[in-house]
């Protein structure tokens, strides 16, 4: 599809809704898809740190989060054609999940904030088979918790530990999964533990 190039970040000209097609799309024909939904901090940091930089970019779809990402674009002459917030993508997400009847993932944030959030999505949206979740507060690429959402086969895996660690966690073990959608959700499950 096309890309609109931000500070050498190449973002989809998309909107939510073609964004969302094109995910159940995918999902429904198995097929791996990493998503990164790149904020204005996410671009400026990538320009400091060329390996989360390539990580970004070996995302099969870059979402622009953030006004300031749709005014740089616009005053590069190359227009987005709307803001794409991470949160309304994963909960758009998460009504294609309750109506396919998929299996979620959740790792990342506080124990406490996730058993919330993992009560509260199992009440919105009780088609959701949830495949498992642990928090994030564990030391680096712990090979254990990686296992363990492997083994839980999940079609979708979100993952709130932050940036850049979050999408550092995909990349890095992305290798382990022959299918699932994998986006990391920043402080999403603070918000949907409230
Ligand atoms: N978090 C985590 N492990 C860590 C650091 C942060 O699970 O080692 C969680 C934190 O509890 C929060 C989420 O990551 O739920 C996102 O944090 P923040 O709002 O700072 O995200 P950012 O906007 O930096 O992506």
Do not use: C
Request: proline share 5%; net charge neutral; aromatic share 10%.
């Amino acid at each position: 599809s096309k890309k609109v190039e931000v500070l050498g970040v190449e973002f989809d000209h998309t909107t939510k809704t073609e964004t969302i097609q094109m995910l159940t799309k995918r999902l429904k024909a198995r097929k791996k898809t990493f998503v990164v939904t790149a904020n204005p901090e996410i671009v400026m940091y990538a320009q400091r740190d060329p390996e989360y930089k390539k990580i970004v970019q070996s995302a099969d779809y870059i979402i622009p989060d953030g006004i300031g990402i749709i005014m740089g674009a616009k005053m590069l002459n190359n227009p987005l054609p709307e803001r794409i917030p991470g949160f309304e993508l994963m909960k758009d997400l998460l009504d294609v999940a309750d109506r396919e009847q998929l299996k979620v993932f959740f790792l990342g944030a506080k124990e406490q904030v996730l058993h919330k959030a993992i009560n509260n999505i199992q009440q919105d949206y009780p088609g959701i088979h949830i495949a498992g979740y642990h928090h994030g507060f564990f030391k680096g690429n712990d090979p254990d918790i990686a296992k363990m959402v492997q083994a839980a086969n999940p079609d979708m895996v979100f993952v709130a530990l932050g940036f850049p660690r979050q999408e550092q966690w995909i990349s890095q073990n992305s290798h382990l999964f022959s299918k699932g959608l994998f986006m990391g959700v920043g402080g999403s499950f603070d918000v949907l533990s409230g």
